[in-house]
């Protein structure tokens, strides 16, 4: 089994740092700031941002499985969720929306971290 895997024994804490893809928030924060030091136009810059955002988040469950060695199902859709999350309240993609306010993405991340160990149990 893997040790990224949640398990009946694992604590609270121990399941919150196992939602949270590390490595895709990091991939996500250099592709970012990348893009950022460009010279390319606003438009442009969402466009990149979002469709890497969308390859992350579509190579994640393969990676989690594959890497990771974690076959639940449940921990893999919350491990999506949470880097989701993660890149809403990092901004970035959403910043370009006029209805977009940085609170919301702090509300979600709040909500999600209370919320997410406790439905993910194994």
Known sequence: ????????????TD????????????????IHNAIASTEMDEGRQFEVSLASSLLLLAILPFYSYRILGIRSK????????SFMI??????????????????????????WTLAAPLLVTR
Do not use: C, D, H
């Open 1 to 12: 089994m893997s040790e990224r895997a949640i398990t009946e024994a694992s604590s609270y």
């Open 15 to 30: 399941r919150i740092l196992k939602l949270v893809p590390a490595e895709f928030v990091a991939a996500y924060l250099a």
């Open 74 to 81: 449940k921990q893999n859709i919350a491990a999506a969720i």
């Open 86 to 111: 993660w890149v809403i309240s990092l901004g970035g993609v959403l910043e370009s929306f006029a209805w977009y306010l940085p609170v919301y993405s702090t509300i979600a991340i709040i909500i």
